[in-house]
């Protein structure tokens, strides 16, 4: 099953370039690579983003896929249209240089993250212009395209905490900080599901605590048990690659989100 699905999203990349051999190589040629981007990355994140729910795993293949597709398209556009600011190449080396260093710092906990920022820094090295999009268009010299995926998914990710206060007030269970940061379940539920308490027995009593890469979940979870607590406050274990497909997508409709508010921010003081 998991070969048919890669099958499946190696014929839909290669269906994308037989489009591009259909319409004309000079006029419109940029368009339609951009647009081959755009469904490439959102076809590839998006299963990498179902299998990291389902499993915790993205396949290192799908990025060997981005990669080498995103190769070919430079190729294709070198031979077409050509480049119109080749320095923006030059980032493509610092990204996958960054984005190791990010790992080995526990900046980035994921190595799938790591590796899908990698290959999207081949995949779209240069902003792409699909008709009227991005609508957020940025005068002069702008981000390298791969870094404006990187912070607009950050963007979603840190509004994470707001959709999760909402969440709280329609239940109305709200109680600092566990509000912003996760949820109520149940002890039996916490075992099957795909998150990390907030909470934790020191002396007998219920503490806050912050998750951390060595935190034993079965053991937290058989204190609360022994103490006939059946419902506690967790976190999702949220995987980076869902904002990361959000981000993306956002990134070719919007722009640079980040600089956009930034932007507004500064005008409105002006």
């Known amino acids: 099953m998991k070969n048919s699905y890669l099958f499946f999203i190696i014929k839909l990349i290669l269906g994308c370039f037989v489009t591009i051999l259909w319409v004309d190589l000079v006029e419109g040629i940029e368009t ?12 590839i994140l998006g299963y990498a983003s179902f299998t990291d729910i389902k499993t915790r795993r993205a ?43 990010f790992f080995q710092l526990r900046l980035i906990f ?3 993250d790591a590796k899908a920022l990698m290959a999207l820094a081949i995949l779209v090295p240069f902003l792409p212009i699909i008709g009227q999009f991005p609508l957020w268009k940025t005068l002069g010299f702008s981000m390298p395209f ?55 027995i020191v002396d007998g009593k219920r503490i806050f605590v912050r998750v951390h890469k060595d935190f034993e979940i079965d053991d937290e979870l058989d204190e609360f048990e022994k103490l006939n607590i059946s419902e506690i406050w967790v976190t999702p274990k949220i995987p980076f690659m869902i904002p990361l497909l959000v981000g993306f997508i956002l990134s070719f409709i919007l722009g640079d989100i980040m600089t956009h508010l930034m932007n507004m921010l500064t005008s409105s003081f002006i």
């Open 146 to 200: 791969p870094w404006i995926i990187l912070a607009n998914s950050v963007v979603i990710f840190l509004a994470i905490p707001i959709s999760l206060l909402v969440f709280n007030l329609l239940k109305r269970n709200v109680e600092f900080p566990f509000c912003f940061l996760g949820y109520r379940m149940s002890i039996k539920k916490a075992r099957e599901k795909f998150v990390w308490p907030l909470e934790k």
């Open 32 to 43: 339609y690579l951009d647009i081959t981007r755009l469904l490439v990355g959102i076809v």
């Open 110 to 112: 994921g190595g799938a």
């Open 59 to 101: 396949s290192n293949l799908l990025w060997v896929i981005m990669g080498v597709t995103g190769g070919v398209l430079l190729v294709v556009q070198y031979f077409t249209v050509g480049f119109e600011n080749p320095m923006y190449l030059l980032f493509v080396p610092v990204m996958i240089g960054l984005m190791y260093l």
